[in-house]
Structure formats: structure tokens, C-alpha cells
């Protein structure tokens, strides 16, 4: 039984990881490398296939229309401090990220006769993304079965999963806890140094400090203050 | 008023393309390198967009998870004769491509504040692949103004135009004509030869002959036979 699974190398993907693990799957773990100034989340993306046993791992570089246009594509356009931006969907969306990782995650299911598609996506302690809510990964999950000769001819019913979907970053905390994820491989800092230390004021590190405060457990990874 | 535009270099996108002059857009023309075997088609793409005016052309080159599934991406599996296959979707098909296709179009529609895609799609005198199909293309529409900022904050409501969509190959050459398309700038064939002259019997060309017959015009680039 295999499942596709989107891997950034952030506290959500890993914990998706551990879910579809833990839910007997074989997973083949996908990161994209496009043009993301927080690159190190690639290196740790590797780090979590190899550990949790992904049975496969690819990193797909991703030549992107919209890499100009995004806080974390661009270097030119700084990464907003948590809580200094006034619009809904902040300057570190992506155009049609989620997209295009799902489209990719889909040719590679298809081929692999895989039905199940894995998603840390997470529309409650999140940043705003209009592609991290339950109504995209709906209209995502039924392009999918309409777009594919799988989901046509009935051998796959492609299932878009995010786990996370309604959970607070406290209770992703806990349940990455529960099955056993080593948080110091994980990195979700938008512009982290050059070990990848967070920065400790972007809004992934305010929601991940959050989580981790509102669990009562400690972020081996936790920025000095 | 811009629009981003599919060229494959086909006579389908072709004449989607002066469709779309015609209409007054400014076209963003965009191409794909995905290891298809007929990658001729790259090059009367390129011709085609300085010939008719698109205000640019991309040529992304895709690191595709699908290219070992089809007989256009793998030179291993033959590319079937027309009428050769009893599948209703032949082994042309290739996984989640308008999927992976649209979704680049759509990132570069919103960076340039696009609302229209055209996409070339027909769902008559066609291969059978699924994602050609009106059902899918709503899908994917639905799911684009659901993905993206632009489409949730109501700038652009994003369109899928599929104007050749209902129409039969003749009906396609014909409008190519009174466009004034040069037939001669175009390819259609799945496993053309070195210098991109059509095999003459693949499911491709099969379609295109049939159009220019039916429309009772001649093919300047027509096999011999």
C-alpha cells in the first residue's frame, strides 16, 4: 500500500510522515526544490526520508513562473515579522504552490499505482494560504479523479489526506510527541541562518513557538532569545 | 488584457493561439520540455509565438515523475498505430500532464494579474485522454480560484478557455484558416522524423489528416504516402 507524500521538512509534512508510516504505508516522499530561500529545509527533508523510511525520496526542482513573486522566492522582498502585516494572505504566498506540488504528487501516484496523497496542510495555526484550506484540497482531490486515466477507469479513487488539517499547532506538537518524531530534524523558519537556525520572528517560527508553548514541550531547535 | 496561453506547437494550439490575438489579448505563450519524443514541437512552438505576436514564450522544462508511463516520454514503449488500440485511453496518455500543465500556467497567470488560460483541449476528434475533457477543465477552474490569492481576493476570477473544445477537426482547420494560420509552422505527429515530417500513422496524425480532409483543404506538411 503507497502513498505520495509531500515532505517539506517542516514540523507538519514530518508529522504526516509518522502518520502515514504509522498507518502501515509505503511512502514516497516528494520536496521541491523552487528557488525557496529556506533551502535547508531540503537537507532536511533527506534527514526524515531516510530516518522514518520513506521508500523512496524525491526532490524535484521546480522551474517556477512564480518565484518572482513571493517573500520566499524573491530575496528582494523581505520575509514580514509575525504580526507586521495587515493583509489576510501575507507577501510569503507563493502563486499556486499547492498546486503545482499536488500536480506533481499526483503523475508520481498515478505511475506508482498509489491512491493516497499526503498533505501537512494545516488551515488553523496557519499563515493564511488560500491553498492550505479544506475547500482547495476538495476541488484539488476531484480535479484528480476527473484529470487521471487511474481515477477514470476506477483503479484509483485519489484521496487528497491532510491529517492536520483541523488541528492547533499544539496538537500537531503532541502528536508528532506520541510517535516519536526528533524534532531537531525538522526546520520551519521562512529565512533561516546559514546552520539553519531559525530567525525566531517570522510567522512559521511564531506559530511553531506557539504550538510548542501551548503543548508544554520543549523545541530542541528553539531560537536563544 | 493578458492572457497566458498552452503552446504545444500543434495545430490545436495554434489556432487557439490566433483565436486569443484575435480576441485582443497579450499573450504569454508557454511551453513545456517534458521529454516528449516529438520535442520538434518546442521549435514550431517558438516559431509560432514570434510568427503570431505572443508578448512572450517560456519553454519550462519539467523534471516530470510521469515520463516513464507513456510512449511519448519513453522510447521503450512504441507509439501505437491509429485504430491499433482497443484501450479507450492509449498509451499516449500521460499522467496528471494538463493537470501539471495548467497548474504552471495558472502561477504565471496570477504573477502577471492574467485572468485567462487557454488551453487548446478538444473532446471530439481527440485521443481519448481524460484531461481534455469539459468536466475536468471546470474542475481545475473551480479549483484555481480556490487556490490562489488573486482568485480569493476577487482580482482575477480565473478562466479556463477552451474555445476549440466542442468543435470537430475540420471545424478546427477551418477557423485556422480564416485566421490566417501557415499550416506549414505547425506539428501534430507523436513520433516525427528527424526534420519533424509526420509518420503518417499515429492516432495524431490520423486526427489531423481526417480534419484536412473533411475541410477540404491540403496539409502543406503532409507525409507522403
Redesign the interface.
Known sequence: MKAVLLLSGGLDSATCLLIARAEGFDVLA?SFDYGQRHAVEIDRARALAARYGAREH?V???????R??SALTDASIPVPAHGSSAEA?PTT?V??????FL??A???A??NGASDIFIGANALDYSGY??C?P??LE??E???N????A???GRAAFRIRAPLLAMTKAQIVRQAVSLGLDFALTSSCYEPGPSGEPCGICESCFLREKGFREAGVSDPIRAKS
Open positions: 516528494l524525491r524535484v526542482r521546480l522551474d517556477f513562473p512564480g518572482g513573486a494572505i504566498y502563486p499556486a504552490r499547492n498546486t503545482l500536480a506533481h499526483l503523475a508520481w498515478e505511475v488560500p491553498d484550506r475547500e482547495f476541488a484539488f476531484r480535479t484528480a476527473l484529470a487521471t486515466k481515477g477514470v477507469e
